[in-house]
Each structure stands twice: as C-alpha cells, then as structure tokens.
C-alpha cells in the first residue's frame, strides 16, 4: 500500500471574492499614498518657487525696477549658467544705486502682500513676509500678523510662521542673535532679548510695550506629531536703522528651508 500525502496551500481557500477584495484594498491604499506624495511635494515645491520669484521680486523692486515672471526665468538661467556667481548683480546695481530709506509706512498693507525680507544671519535664515497670517500665507511665506505693528513704527511687530518650514530654524535661536527685517522704506535691526512658550491662547505675547519691538510666533514643539499643543515665542528689539543692502542675483540666498 502506497500512502500520499497532499498539501494544501491555506491560502487558496479563501473565496475569490476575498482575494479580489485585498488586492483593490492594496491598489486603493497605494493610490492614496502616491497623492499624499504627490502633495507633499508640489506644497514644497511651491513654496521654494514663491521665494524665489519673491525674493528676487523684492530687490528688483530695490533698484527702482519692475519684476516680470519673464525677467526672474532669464536671472535664474543667467544665475545657474555662471555657478551661482553674482557678477550679474554687481553689474546691475551697486551699493550707491539703492534708494534712500524713506518714511516707515503705518498703513495696513494689503491681505497677501509682500512687506519684505526677514533674515537672521547666524541661522542662514532668509524668508519672505506677507500681510496675513491665514494658512494660505503661511504656506509660502512667514506672516505679518494683522493689526500688530509694522517695521520702523513703534509698537510690536508680530510675525508667524510654520515650525517645520520657514520657523524651523528657530528652535536654535539665542538670547542677543540679531534679525534683520529689509522692507522698501527701509532697513531694520532687532536683537533677541528672550523667548518663551505659552499656550495659543496667551495672545498678550502681541502687545505693545513701549519701544519698537518685533515679535516672532511658532508652534512648539518642533518635532510634535500633529498640531502642536504651545507656541514658540521669539521676542526682540529694534536696536538700529541699517542701510538697504545691494540686491543679489539667482535664489540661492534664500534658503529659508
């Protein structure tokens, strides 16, 4: 007598419309992953190209220019083809072209408009600010928040700013760095006197306390999954009047994230 011993593979009896069932739950969860990829990177992609249209938008505004979309493709291309050089720029303008600062302006910007760079140098920070601090602001650029103070006023310029792109440098911020906030009417610098973290609700962080003040928001903290239960708060103060730098060419300067 000859025994035979059959094995049967488990998984061949589940019921065809199971294994259907898995395989379009498979192909569904792929395509939900590709377009959160895909979302993630034009978010980014946008953002990186809104700084640097407005980036170079803001110096071309300083040499009494005006910016074209055409104008920016032939400085990125002219900028790349010379290794990142600024021989364009030094050619275009010098330190003596640049406008005299004029008077700080006290009237409310317009939602969405650019008012212009903010820099901490010892953070490599350089980003453009915008009127607004709703989500489509913030996603491309830091923002003013309405009703505080603007540069050259006096009173407490509020700023804010996502922690895990353009704010994200400020979790290695310090007491005495210093920030620079260029706008056409003139240049300004603040130094870091303290930061803090509050919870959202503790908006008196905004308030004016004499002086010109500028005060810089992000959530906190950086690496919290989710939306952060505190804020960040970066606080300083004006400690000079700077002279309008000379512009530079290509977008390499900002690199704000």
């Not at 259907?20 to 978010?43: N, P, Q, S, T, Y």
Request: proline share 6%; with cysteine; charged share 20%.
């Amino acid at each position: 007598m000859t025994a035979r011993l059959i094995w049967k593979d488990q998984g061949d009896e589940r019921p065809r419309s199971e294994r259907k069932g898995l395989r379009a739950l498979e192909r569904i969860f792929l395509l939900v992953g590709l377009l959160a990829l895909d979302c993630f990177v034009w978010v980014n992609t946008s953002s990186v190209l809104y700084q640097a249209y407005e980036d170079w938008a803001f110096d071309q505004t300083l040499r009494g220019l005006t910016p074209s979309m055409g104008g920016f493709m032939s400085a990125e291309v002219g900028w790349w083809r010379t290794g990142g050089s600024d021989v364009a720029s030094k050619a275009e303008s010098s330190p003596g072209s640049l406008p005299a600062p004029g008077a700080p302006n006290d009237a409310a910007p317009a939602l969405r408009s650019v008012i212009g760079r903010l820099e901490i140098p010892r953070l490599n920070l350089s980003v453009m600010v915008r009127e607004g601090a709703d989500e489509g602001t913030l996603s491309r650029a830091v923002g003013h928040i309405p009703g505080t103070a603007l540069p050259g006023n006096i009173g407490n310029v509020g700023l804010a700013g996502h922690r895990d792109t353009f704010f994200r440098a400020l979790r290695n911020i310090r007491e005495d760095d210093a920030i620079d906030f260029e706008t056409t009417h003139g240049a300004y610098r603040y130094i870091v006197k303290s930061t803090k973290i509050v919870t959202p609700r503790d908006v008196s962080v905004l308030e004016a306390s004499g002086g010109e003040n500028l005060t810089l928001v992000t959530c906190y903290p950086f690496y919290y999954v989710g939306s952060a239960p505190k804020r960040f708060i970066v606080r300083s103060a004006k400690v000079a009047t700077i002279p309008l730098r000379a512009p530079q060419s290509g977008s390499a300067r900002n690199a704000a994230f």
